[in-house]
């Protein structure tokens, strides 16, 4: 089990931009300042394009090229690091190895004989409650079960801190709900921090601690809303009803101000059927 003084997340002053458009950098992220405790499970929620995953790419360090702060434990982060662990969107899993072996791809730098490697293998596998599935290759899996795998990966190598960027996004409503409940008991097992984004706003307030509510062009923090209720907890709480309506109102008015219309003149462009 993780210590729990482990895993805080301090960001201070952060500003991203992507390269120049139209003689313009592009800012994505406008002065996010963060804290996270260790052990907290908080929630990002924000529209399309409010650079929700540009966030989890600069916490989990895959991009160095930012403004401000980013401290994990007082540190500043250099890089990528085991200890910090992510589940993407799309599984990624490798569709020639079956379940175990696309588990024993994250162990491959670590100093494990095959014995001990089958072994935490064996314990993930049966924290995601894969078990039957340990043999079976991707194909062969549901979009869940895929999930699960990715999120038994992510965890083998006991992370401090597990990004997961809209990991259930794809998923129908009632596995997504198995999904968040088997999450919120693995975050208790486990007490590691966890930091979700995700576009569904009942899913946020059900599992987090906080919900971090971000606005777009550029993107901000709008508010930050605490969730004081206790975990487990049960989706019919009407407490957690009243906290998602009252983060609802703040996207009531997103469809009219940033309205797209989409530029198509002329529809032979798209070389193909429909
Ligand atoms: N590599 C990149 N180069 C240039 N611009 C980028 C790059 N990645 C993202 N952007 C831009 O940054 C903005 C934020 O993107 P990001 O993917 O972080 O949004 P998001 O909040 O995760 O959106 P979504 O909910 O659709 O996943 C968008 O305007 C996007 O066009
Ligand atoms: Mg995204």
Redesign the pocket.
């Known amino acids: 089990m993780t210590s729990l003084n482990v895993g805080s997340v301090k960001v201070n002053h952060l500003n991203k931009s992507?390269?120049q458009y139209q003689e313009h950098a592009?800012t994505?992220l406008d002065d996010i300042s963060l804290e996270i405790k260790a052990g907290e499970f908080v929630s990002i929620v924000?529209s399309?394009?409010?650079?929700?995953?540009?966030l989890l790419r600069l916490l989990v360090g895959l991009d160095d090229q930012f403004e401000g702060k980013i401290l994990v434990d007082g540190q500043p982060i250099q890089g990528t690091s085991l200890e910090r662990g992510i589940v993407f969107q799309d599984h990624r899993l490798f569709p020639w190895l079956n379940v175990q072996d696309n588990i024993r791809v994250a162990l491959l730098n670590r100093k494990l004989t095959v014995a001990e490697q089958n072994q935490l293998i064996d314990e993930h596998i049966e924290l995601v409650g894969l078990t039957k599935f340990k043999d079976a290759y991707p194909a062969q899996l549901s979009g869940g079960m895929s999930q699960r795998v990715a999120i038994a990966r992510s965890l083998i190598n006991r992370p401090k801190i597990l990004l997961l960027d809209e990991p259930f996004g794809a998923l129908d409503a009632l596995t997504r709900a198995n999904l968040q409940k088997e999450l919120q008991r693995i975050w208790q097992t486990e007490r590691i921090t966890m930091i979700i984004v995700t576009?569904d706003v009942e899913e946020a307030v059900f599992l987090g601690d906080r919900v971090v509510v971000m606005q777009p062009n550029p993107?901000r923090i709008k508010r930050i809303v605490p969730v004081h209720l206790p975990h487990p907890r049960v989706r019919e709480d009407v407490r957690l009803a009243a906290i998602r309506n009252d983060i609802l109102t703040d996207f009531s008015h997103a469809v009219e101000d940033h309205l797209i219309i989409p530029v198509v003149n002329d529809f032979n462009q798209f070389q193909f059927a429909w």
């Open positions: 992507y390269g592009l994505v924000g399309s394009g409010c650079g929700k995953s540009t576009h993107g």
